[in-house]
C-alpha cells in the first residue's frame, strides 16, 4: 500500500516560515525521486523541489531558489520543504510526490505516487 501524508501546512505573514513534511510508506518509502508541487485555485500544479537519493541531487524551479530547501531523511522516510521569505504568491495547495524514475524531476507528469496535500496561506 503506497501512501504520501503530508503535513505542516498552515497561515503565515509574509516573510515568515514553515516547514513542510512528507511520511512515505508503502513504495513510495523506496522511491528514487521525491518532490514538491503546489497548486493555487485557477492555475496548474508546478513544481517547487524534488531531491534524488543516491547523491542527494536537488533541482528548484526558478520561484524556489534562494528560498526553499528539501531534504530527505531515509531512515524516516519522510521528505521537508523549509520555506522561508514566503510571499502571498506562494499559497497553494501543496503536494508531495514520489516515484522510482522521472525524466524531468519537476514534471508533474513523470510521478506516480501522490499525496492528498496541505494547505499554505501567506497573508
Known amino acids: 500500500h503506497v501512501q504520501l501524508v503530508e503535513s505542516g501546512g498552515g497561515s503565515v505573514q509574509a516573510g515568515g516560515s514553515l516547514r513542510l513534511s512528507c511520511a512515505a510508506s508503502g513504495s513510495a518509502a523506496s522511491s528514487l525521486y521525491m518532490a514538491w508541487f503546489r497548486q493555487a485555485p485557477g492555475k496548474e500544479r508546478e513544481g517547487v523541489a524534488a531531491i534524488r537519493t543516491g547523491g542527494g541531487a536537488t533541482y528548484y524551479a526558478d520561484s524556489a531558489k534562494g528560498r526553499f530547501t528539501i531534504s530527505r531523511d531515509n531512515a524516516k522516510a519522510t521528505l521537508y520543504l523549509q520555506m522561508n521569505s514566503l510571499k502571498p504568491e506562494d499559497t497553494a495547495m501543496y503536494y508531495c510526490?514520489?516515484?522510482?524514475?522521472?525524466?524531468?524531476?519537476?514534471?508533474?507528469?513523470?510521478?506516480?505516487?501522490w499525496g492528498q496535500g496541505t494547505q499554505v496561506t501567506v497573508s
Open positions: 510526490a514520489a516515484d522510482r524514475s522521472v525524466a524531468s524531476p519537476l514534471a508533474t507528469r513523470d510521478y506516480e505516487f
